[in-house]
């Protein structure tokens, strides 16, 4: 931000050991308190977030936000710091200024150069590199921006041009909040900043090697700092005066990519070809930064700090939710798994450096094609469907659901090579032992059938395949396996009122009955003597006699029994799910995330083997375990990678909890209540000694909370 004052107030924000236990439960997340940071200090990440940069009138300080530990110690700016302008990156000097001219103070030394670097009546800062600075100036009726090395006192950039009347795009900006803004910073800073809407804001990449140029209601401009040449982009959008004055221009960090932050969300494009490599359709953004491998975007809305992998935009890979904070200096790290930003109250500098982890969502073990995938009923095995790089075969595959490992590489389905996507149903029985898949084939006159083949697992061998005119030539169905493994249930595409269920007897080679207007595939009660659609059907076994239409509605995106048939989830479109009880006379109750914030529906759901917790799994990438019986959620969501989850299961115990997603590799969750005890307490360093004990809890006998002590 250009300013020519720096003088934020800074709240105190004390770390408490209660605070990192409740912040371990939701994000393993670290927050650094700057020890030495009075009201009036000006703080800054540097570019790789590692290090924190303290200004203020008694010291300079530099600290490692990992290891708490000070870096360097250096002579304060005094009253200078009421002239002072915000530093940058790990910067060795300040831009200071003396009325509308801009000087340099050597940090290290304390010394400032007294004969002034330029004119700067409109303001001045500090580029992303901490080598440069950019100089906002006026000259008659024409505005200038320099770009200067002010260490060698050569400048390296001129742009001058006139201050017509353009039209301005207030960009959906609040005109009586930025008065106020306008007005407050004007008074803390003593002179005017950004004193007209049209003035340009200036944004150099990290190396340096380029300008950008926002100037409300015209196309964004960009130069080349070495050529002193404004570089023809036609590509470039127009910007308007939000964009401009709140900054919403950013370089990526290697400096190849320019991304804006818009009503509609965020965009990149690549320099050297202006080809456009990112697109986030997500509206009310404020700020956001590229990740260093250009792969991922972390941004924030205000009320959360959202990551998203650009190979798959379509929704955010991770989400920390703010406490009432004001986010500074994003720092998106995805080689070492973290965010880092500054985060602090409204109009204040932030005092705090927050790191968090950001576990699975950032993985680079992402597949670019769709898997379906489905655990046997224990979760010790996982069957996956995947699409062969020739595109025209689907490979399937058996896997240890525990570990991921491959336990056999069953072979291939073919898929018409004509279509564009092939997609395949798997299935285990009861036992585990036999799994059953096919593919689906697109073709002129509709679906096409291809083969059901059956799998013995233990012999490795198919043992059965269900061709076409074994299944009637009817459309290949989702697949499950009824009663007793003695059928399978044949689920036609969902068509309410003229879909069908075709029972398939596995013995006899026929259908043995139908259920009629299906809408979905079919889950079956543990007793076997009941049938569920995803459609909201229910159907007696083995008559397939349909009940009265007056048991639940439709809609339904996931359905799953709890072991001992008491319940039945149904999860909804909405991301909500219903509980009902497991013979479907009466509704329990509805499970809804009041922290949902986007419309996304339940993906996948399972019970414990207790049937006293239930998983349920988002197409965000979401997972949240919630207690049947209270219908309140356990704990905060489970750090997911930001993929749809397609398949669910607990262990034997129901200490872990196993997934499976559409692009990336099982995940196994560690639940117990020792597990989970055991994290929060290596997140938050240890127990509370007995100091601590009696300072929060005076009345309470000590105890001791974790199995070991810092």
Do not use: N
């Amino acid at each position: 931000m250009r300013l020519s004052l720096a003088a934020w107030r800074v709240a105190d924000l004390p770390e408490t050991r209660s605070g990192l236990l409740s912040a371990a439960v939701q994000h393993e997340q670290d927050v650094f308190t700057d020890p030495d940071g009075g009201k009036r200090t000006m703080r800054r990440l540097s570019a790789d977030g590692r290090t924190l940069i303290s200004v203020g009138a008694d010291r300079v300080t530099h600290w490692d936000v990992t290891a708490h530990r000070r870096l360097s110690r250096q002579p304060g700016l005094g009253r200078t710091l009421e002239q002072a302008g915000f530093p940058r990156a790990d910067t060795s000097w300040l831009p200071v200024f003396d009325g509308t001219r801009v000087t340099v103070r050597d940090l290290a030394t304390g010394r400032q150069d007294r004969t002034p670097l330029t004119d700067a009546d409109r303001g001045a800062e500090m580029t992303p590199s901490g080598r440069t600075l950019v100089v906002y100036d006026r000259r008659g009726t024409s505005r200038r921006v320099q770009l200067w090395d002010p260490l060698d006192r050569h400048k390296l950039l001129d742009i001058e041009e006139p201050e017509g009347a353009r039209d301005l795009d207030a960009g959906g900006i609040a005109w009586a909040r930025l008065t106020a803004l306008m007005g407050q910073l004007r008074k803390e800073r003593r002179t005017a900043v950004q004193t007209f809407l049209a003035t340009a804001d200036a944004t150099v990449g990290p190396d340096d090697r380029h300008l950008a140029l926002c100037v409300p209601g015209g196309r964004l401009r960009l130069w080349d700092v070495a050529a002193r040449r404004e570089i023809t982009a036609p590509w470039l959008p127009r910007t308007s005066a939000q964009q401009c004055l709140q900054e919403q221009v950013v370089f990526s960090p290697d400096g190849r990519s320019l991304g804006l932050t818009g009503a509609d969300g965020f965009r990149a494009w690549r320099i050297d070809t202006g080809r456009q490599i990112a697109e986030v359709a997500y509206p009310g953004l404020k700020t956001a930064q590229l990740s260093a491998d250009g792969a991922s975007l972390a941004a924030s809305d205000g009320q959360e700090i959202l990551v998203w992998r650009l190979s798959g935009p379509d929704f955010p890979v991770f989400r920390h939710r703010l406490a009432g904070e004001t986010v500074k200096d994003i720092r998106l790290d995805t080689a070492a798994g973290t965010l880092r930003y500054l985060g602090g109250a409204e109009g204040v500098w932030g005092p705090g450096v927050h790191t968090v982890t950001l576990g699975r969502a950032t993985t680079a073990d992402w597949t670019a094609t769709a898997t379906t995938a489905v655990f046997s009923r224990d979760g010790e095995r996982l069957a996956t469907a995947r699409p062969d790089p020739d595109g025209k075969h689907l490979r399937i595959r058996l896997l240890d659901g525990r570990t991921g490992r491959l336990v056999a590489d069953i072979g291939t389905v073919p898929c018409r090579p004509a279509v564009d996507v092939c997609t395949g149903d798997v299935a285990f029985d009861s036992t585990g032992t036999t799994l059953a898949y096919g593919s689906t084939e697109p073709g002129p006159a509709g679906f096409a059938t291809g083969r059901i083949h059956l799998y013995d697992i233990p012999g490795r061998r198919v043992t059965t395949a269900l061709t076409t005119d074994d299944l009637d030539g009817g459309p290949l169905p989702d697949i499950a396996f009824g009663p007793g493994d003695r059928t399978l249930l044949l689920a036609g595409p969902a068509a309410p009122e003229t879909g069908a269920t075709r029972v398939w007897d596995l013995r006899r080679h026929r259908t043995t009955a139908v259920l009629e207007d299906t809408s979905g595939p079919a889950v079956v009660h543990p007793d076997g003597d009941l049938a569920v659609t995803t459609g909201g059907e229910a159907y007696r076994l083995p008559s397939g006699a349909r009940l009265p239409a007056t048991r639940f509605t439709g809609g339904g995106t996931a359905v799953a029994f709890s072991p001992d048939g008491a319940h039945l989830a149904v999860g909804e479109g909405s991301g909500r799910v219903v509980l009902w009880d497991g013979r479907l006379k009466r509704r329990l109750g509805v499970l809804a995330d009041p922290d949902t914030t986007t419309y996304q529906y339940v993906s996948a759901l399972a019970f414990a083997p207790d049937g006293r917790t239930l998983a349920v799994a988002g197409d965000e990438g979401t997972l949240q375990l919630w207690d049947v019986a209270s219908r309140r959620r356990v704990g905060s969501p489970l750090p997911a990678p930001g993929d749809t989850v397609q398949a669910l299961a607990f262990g034997p115990g129901g200490d872990t909890l196993r997934t499976a997603g559409q692009h990336t590799p099982p995940q196994t969750y560690r639940i117990g209540p020792a597990d989970a005890a055991g994290t929060v307490c290596r997140r938050a360093g240890g127990g509370l000694t007995p100091e601590e004990w009696s300072r929060h809890l005076p009345d309470v006998p000590y105890r001791r909370t974790c199995p070991y002590r810092r």
